[in-house]
């Protein structure tokens, strides 16, 4: 009985035959690091004190957003 395992002798890529495992891993990896690469542009940024593509809500806004609920305002929003 198989032990389930498969390997890969030969690939066929458009008029080419890639033959060989040192051949065969060199052009999978390839292949994946086209598809998954590095991407065209990076927009992130891990720096936290950077806010200038942020939206910021004004200091009036916060206040509103951190004060606390109250009871007329949870009837509101719940009946």
Do not use: C, W
Not at 5 to 11: A, D, G, P, S, Y
Not at 28 to 49: H, R
Not at 61 to 70: P, Q, R, V, Y
């Amino acid at each position: 009985m198989a032990n389930g395992k498969q390997h890969i002798f030969t690939l066929e890529q458009e008029d080419d035959v890639i033959v060989g495992d040192l051949e065969l891993k060199k052009y999978i990896t390839n292949y994946y690091k086209n598809l998954f690469g590095n991407p065209d542009e990076i927009n992130i940024s891990l720096v936290e004190s950077r806010i200038d593509d942020i939206p910021q809500v004004t200091d009036a806004e916060n206040d509103t957003l951190i004060s606390a609920f109250i009871e007329m305002e949870v009837k509101e929003a719940v009946f």
